[in-house]
């Protein structure tokens, strides 16, 4: 559970890296001063968290919801059927290797000290960790971008002007393989795969933008 969290805030921290640098690299390309690829950059940075924030606290209330109508249907059928309901949990301890014996003695045990826990946890794959928590997930999310996000927008101030574009592409480049081999090391994949793909994608967003700035040409 905790190299899940840990990869889902990387995510979320790649997420922010790569919109922000993006957005300021192709601003950069297209401006001649930096007040318009600092403001670009804070712009991108807030519209991002709470972007992902919005998105990720609405697909986990979803989420919620189908959970609470899924126990809230458990409930009825407890009341109204309550010896399918048990054999029907013995039938699932029976397919995890139990014997049929012990399954329907498992089952009677744990219905007996709270039937809606072991149905919510065995039938239905819920439980209070795994359980949809939609502020919890949204304010996650949209600090994990922030953390992200502002480290692109902070190195506008120190980078030179005339290479802005090939600072942040490095840069942003450099965290975005950093955290990578994080994400990667936490879920125990390939290092180099995860690195490749990062650094290939990343340059394509990049390179996009980049080429959209210098094709506009303009003050922006």
Not at 4 to 29: E, K
Not at 100 to 123: C, F, G, P, W, Y
Not at 191 to 219: D, S
């Amino acid at each position: 559970m905790r190299s899940g969290w840990l990869r889902a805030a990387i995510l979320g921290a790649n997420d922010g890296i790569l919109s922000t640098a993006s957005i300021v690299i192709g601003v950069a390309a297209a401006s001649v001063t930096k007040e318009p690829i600092i403001l670009a950059g804070v712009a991108s940075l807030v519209a991002g968290a709470l972007s992902m924030a919005a998105g990720e606290y609405v697909s986990v209330s979803s989420q919620a919801d189908l959970e609470e109508a899924d126990l809230n249907r458990e409930i009825k059928e407890l009341k109204e059927t309550p010896e399918e309901e048990l054999v029907e949990l013995a039938k699932i301890y029976e397919s995890r290797g139990l014997d049929k014996v012990l399954s329907i003695e498992v089952a009677k045990q744990l219905t007996n000290h709270n039937a809606l826990e072991a149905h919510a946890r065995d039938e239905l794959g819920i439980n209070e960790i795994s359980a949809a928590k939609p502020l919890q997930a949204a304010l996650a999310s949209g600090l994990a971008f922030v953390f992200g996000g502002i480290l692109p927008v902070l190195a506008i101030s120190f980078l030179p002007l005339s290479q802005m574009v090939i600072l942040q592409y490095l840069l942003a480049l450099i965290f975005l393989i950093v955290l990578g081999t994080i994400a990667a090391k936490a879920g125990g994949s390939s290092i180099k795969k995860a690195i490749l793909r990062i650094a290939f994608w990343g340059t394509v967003a990049m390179g996009t933008t980049a080429y959209i700035g210098y094709l506009f040409g303009i003050n922006v």
